[in-house]
């Protein structure tokens, strides 16, 4: 496995203790209220930092492998359902649902469309784009962030979003 695939996995894993820690933390001791005039976009401007290095190295991840790997076509409708899956939960949630802004209104947006039928589409998706990814490219680190992806998005960041608000 190469450099890049260990430093994309660290920096997955620093983004989302960041995110899961900021998140949490607002929901239960209100910290950005406390510090900044603007708490949402204080946590956009964290979640920038933290989440646009990681977005970097998975692009030069996908880059530093073959070109394909050896059964491309079983990956390209995984990826592609991951895809359409994405597309169908932001067109619930919007910006404001992947910024978590609900947590700075304490307004919940009733959700539906796939949301009624999958727990938790985004995080789904984002399992599927690693995997389906790692499919196509071959690349070992997108199997090990689809891993990740489960355990960090779909378990531990699912949990800490639907815990009540402290407002």
């Known amino acids: 496995m190469d450099l890049i695939a260990y430093i994309s996995i660290v920096l997955f894993?620093?983004?989302?203790?960041v995110n899961s820690l900021a998140v949490y933390f607002q929901k239960k001791n209100l910290i950005y209220d406390k510090y900044f005039s603007d708490g949402h976009k204080a946590h956009c401007?964290?979640?920038?930092?933290?989440?646009?290095?990681?977005?970097?190295?998975?692009?030069?991840?996908?880059?530093?492998?073959?070109?394909?790997?050896?059964?491309?076509?079983?990956?390209?409708?995984?990826?592609?359902?991951?895809?359409?899956?994405?597309?169908?939960?932001?067109?619930q949630i919007g910006i404001d649902g992947v910024t978590n802004k609900d947590i700075f209104t304490n307004e919940r947006k009733e959700l539906g469309g796939v949301y009624r039928y999958v727990p938790g589409p985004m995080y789904l998706s984002y399992t599927l784009l690693f995997f389906g990814w790692g499919v196509i490219s071959g690349v070992t680190g997108f199997y090990l962030l689809?891993?990740?992806?489960?355990?960090?998005?779909?378990?531990?960041?699912?949990?800490?979003?639907s815990l009540p608000n402290n407002k």
């Open 13 to 17: 894993l620093v983004a989302l203790a």
């Open 146 to 161: 689809s891993i990740v992806s489960v355990l960090g998005l779909q378990i531990i960041e699912a949990k800490i979003e």
């Open 45 to 91: 401007t964290i979640l920038g930092i933290v989440w646009t290095p990681f977005l970097f190295s998975v692009v030069w991840l996908g880059f530093s492998g073959p070109s394909l790997s050896k059964y491309p076509l079983i990956g390209w409708p995984i990826f592609l359902v991951a895809t359409v899956l994405f597309c169908l939960s932001y067109r």
